[in-house]
């Protein structure tokens, strides 16, 4: 069983940073990818930035080049840094685990981000 709970959201100003935190436990030696996802009123949920048990990341091309994500095995900890926050970035944020054989198959309770103009 994996749990997944995110943080570290909250209100910030165009042009701002946040930095998410979504903390682990569990059979997390199951999950081959963590990700994050987010979803806006009225759209669809977007695969935001994925980083893989070796340390592959990839980027939506709306966040390339503002957004990192990263990973403390230490504290079973997955971080998404955001940068140059824009209004579009407005969304529930959701922390999710890729196992083998299974897919997106873990998800956490989410974290709300609300960029001002």
């Known amino acids: 069983q994996v749990q997944l709970v995110e943080s570290g959201g909250g209100l910030v100003q165009a042009g701002g940073s946040l930095r998410l935190s979504c903390a682990a436990s569990?059979?997390?030696?199951?999950?081959?990818?963590m990700g994050w996802y987010r979803q806006a009123p009225g759209k669809q949920r977007e695969l935001v930035a994925t980083?893989?048990?070796?340390?592959?990341?990839g980027y939506a091309d709306s966040v390339k080049g503002r957004f990192t994500i990263s990973r403390d095995n230490a504290k079973n900890t997955v971080y998404l840094q955001m940068n140059s926050l824009k209004p579009e970035d407005t969304a529930v944020y959701y922390c999710?685990?890729?196992?083998?054989?299974?897919?997106?198959?873990?998800w956490g309770q989410g974290t709300q981000v609300t960029v001002s103009s």
């Open positions: 999710s685990g890729n196992v083998v054989g299974t897919g997106w198959g873990y």
């Open positions: 569990g059979s997390i030696f199951s999950i081959h990818t």
């Open positions: 980083i893989t048990s070796g340390g592959s990341t």
